[in-house]
């Protein structure tokens, strides 16, 4: 028998994409991922009073780079970054500089004066099995005027979807949503070619089309908040927070074109 015939299964198969055995950092692989998001909008002059769920406050004033903020048991000025989704849909992040490893982000209507807040916050240590990132999440409703229509929370309608997400020419990656606890991803193009994982996701309904889409990945320190437009303008908006590869907390914008591949119906038992 030639040495040919003795070859395993393992042998025949293509070989890995360069670099698949080196998992990529965060900073590495968020480089650029702002390419194709929505431009920024001024909130110059405005300000926002938001009540969470659970009876607290949150109180945004907004000047031209920065917001003076108070709730959630804190306070202070920091940076922000604010983009219009809709005509009605603010999507606004403050990447703290006042609070080092954490992040808010507020998406509210003028329309509905509905809310959700997402707070993003480093753990000081790693554990195992357990993402360093964690994530609360708050529906709100705001001082703009009588809320109306559906409170934002916890939803199932993209389980079994399978989207395509272009946020620049070097980053595309595939999203399957499994359950109502986790999604599986895949880099397509871009420095994480060929790998993907399972983490940990929350998906909550903001209005027709609109879903609050967040990511905590388990291998490495970082978690995202994204605002997926799935009705006619297909485009999502998001933002991270991280550790970087010198082990620093690092904050960054994101944002694309959802492509949808398709949707799988369970006939019986569902996922949870």
Avoid at 92 to 104: I, K, M, T
Avoid at 125 to 130: I, K, L, Q
Avoid at 137 to 160: H, N, Q
Wanted: hydrophobic residues 40%; charged residues 20%.
């Amino acid at each position: 028998m030639s040495d040919d015939a003795t070859a395993t299964a393992a042998d025949l198969l293509p070989a890995p994409a360069d670099g698949l055995d080196e998992w990529r950092t965060y900073d590495e692989f968020a480089a650029g991922i702002d390419a194709y998001r929505l431009p920024n909008a001024d909130l110059t002059g405005t300000a926002l009073k938001l009540t969470l769920d659970g009876g607290e406050t949150l109180s945004l004033t907004f000047g031209p780079t920065s917001v003076e903020w108070a709730g959630l048991g804190a306070s202070g000025t920091d940076p922000y970054d604010a983009v219009a989704v809709r005509d009605d849909v603010i999507f606004v992040n403050l990447p703290l500089a006042s609070r080092e490893r954490e992040a808010l982000t507020v998406v509210y209507s003028t329309r509905s004066h509905r809310a959700t807040v997402v707070r993003s916050r480093i753990a000081a240590e790693a554990v195992e099995g357990t993402p360093q990132v964690g994530q609360e999440f708050w529906a709100a409703v705001t001082d703009g005027g009588e809320p109306s229509g559906e409170v934002p929370g916890p939803s199932r309608d993209l389980i079994g979807k399978r989207n395509v997400y272009r946020y620049s020419p070097q980053h595309l990656y595939e999203h399957v949503y499994v359950s109502s606890l986790r999604y599986a991803w895949q880099c397509l193009e871009g420095v994480q070619r060929g790998h993907g994982d399972m983490d940990l996701s929350t998906v909550w309904k903001f209005s027709d089309g609109l879903y609050l889409f967040c990511f905590r990945e388990f291998r490495i320190a970082v978690a995202s908040v994204w605002l997926h437009d799935l009705g006619y303008q297909l485009r999502t908006t998001g933002i991270f927070l991280g550790l970087n590869g010198a082990g620093a907390s690092e904050h960054s914008r994101a944002g694309g074109h959802i492509y949808p591949l398709g949707t799988v119906a369970y006939p019986d038992a569902q996922p949870v």
